[in-house]
């Protein structure tokens, strides 16, 4: 079965474009004043022992003036090969998007590249600040867990001229490469699993924006056709840990409205909401059933345990990995866009 495509959002004009990154100072410049070689600038900063202590004199007071900063990756810069690859996640603190990273690094490590990594936390201003880095550091490639939505964000990417890799997501429209899945399909079994359960009266907790919004969009669509009711949608803006989840199940709780089950978009909510229902006192599920997504190592662990729609990171990050290193080795991938299968995880709290 093919999977849905994800309509992610695409937004212009709402983020400053990214500015030209300031020149950087030359060795050579910092060489014209101290009246030395470019050689001897760099022996006196890496292998200051082999020089007088009048030519060292030299060149650190020609450092001190010109604010100069010695780039350990600056001849590969030079060169255009940079060993650099950056990977830039959501949430730091994600067990899955650790995961993909790990697998990422397991493959472009194999071939001699280093692993930087960043954090975007959903923001849109972080993203524009992250561009600009990337203009100055030049990286061999750049990963994110997650899609771009910015069009002048994605513009500036295609600028830089290197290997991107798109993930946690499906559109019709990657940047360059794309290992995802159909978040709308997610949410759209989260439904079918609830109904199959004799679950008629939903709620969903998830983000409002992103991959929160287009797991409700399949959850409400698919619950529609089901003939269930979405009766709440309890959006947050940001999810950091499992405080997030006691908190939105508390304001859902507290607004009324009896549900029978609730969908959480990921396992930070969904093991938030289930610790917040069982310190009320709720049996779960024969009072509320809970089900997310993700399948971290809480999930299984937490009783009654956690219903999860799970989906392999560590294999995601490992194929967005083999993309970069066939890019980068000159290849052309046979697969640029790669769509990974959903697992549902049934456990105690459905």
């Known amino acids: 079965m093919s999977a849905t495509y994800d309509d992610v959002l695409r937004v212009s004009g709402h983020a400053a474009a990214p ?6 100072l030359r060795i050579e410049e910092v060489a014209q004043i101290a009246g030395v ?8 900063l890496r292998q200051p022992e082999k020089l007088s202590e009048n030519t060292r004199r030299k060149v650190l007071a020609a450092v001190a003036q010109t604010g100069y900063e010695s780039n350990p990756h600056a001849r590969a ?11 830039f996640v959501s949430n730091i603190l994600s067990q899955q998007f650790g995961l993909a990273i790990q697998g990422l690094a397991e493959e472009i490590e194999a071939d001699g590249y280093e692993l930087m990594i960043g954090q975007t936390s959903y923001s849109y201003a972080k993203e524009v600040a992250m ?29 830089l001229g290197i290997p ?6 499906f559109p019709r429209d990657p940047i360059d490469m794309l290992v995802g899945f159909s978040n709308v399909d997610a949410g759209a079994m989260a439904a079918r699993h609830l109904a199959t359960r004799g679950y008629r009266r939903l709620a969903f907790i998830g983000r409002s924006g992103g991959r929160g919004a287009l797991r409700l969009q399949g959850f409400r669509a698919e619950a529609e056709r ?19 989840g006691r908190a939105a199940l508390t304001r859902l709780l507290a607004g009324g409205n009896k549900v029978d089950a609730a969908f959480c978009a990921n396992d930070l909510l969904a093991t938030g909401a289930l610790i917040e229902a069982r310190a009320r006192g709720l049996a779960i599920p024969s009072d509320l059933a809970i089900l997310g997504f993700g399948d971290n190592d809480t999930a299984g662990e937490i009783a009654p345990g956690l219903t999860t729609i799970s989906m392999d990171a560590h ?3 490992r194929r967005a990995g083999a993309l970069l290193r066939d890019r980068l080795g ?6 640029p866009l790669q769509n990974l299968a959903l697992h549902l995880i049934v456990r105690g709290s459905t």
Do not use: C, H, Y
Not at 132 to 159: C, D, H, K, W, Y
Not at 227 to 244: K, S
């Open 37 to 44: 070689s470019p050689i001897t600038v760099s022996r006196a």
């Open 19 to 24: 500015r030209p990154a300031a020149k950087a």
């Open 77 to 87: 810069l030079r060169s255009g090969r940079s060993t650099l690859v950056a990977a």
């Open 330 to 335: 000159g290849r052309e991938p046979r697969q």
């Open 315 to 317: 294999e995601l990050g």
């Open 226 to 244: 089901n003939g269930q009711t979405l009766a709440r949608v309890e959006t947050v803006e940001d999810v950091r840990n499992i405080a997030d």
């Open 164 to 169: 991107i890799v798109e993930t946690w997501a």
């Open 131 to 159: 561009i600009r880095s990337l203009r100055s550091l030049r990286p061999a490639a750049v990963m994110f867990t997650g899609v771009i939505e910015l069009e002048e964000n994605r513009q500036a990417l295609r600028e």
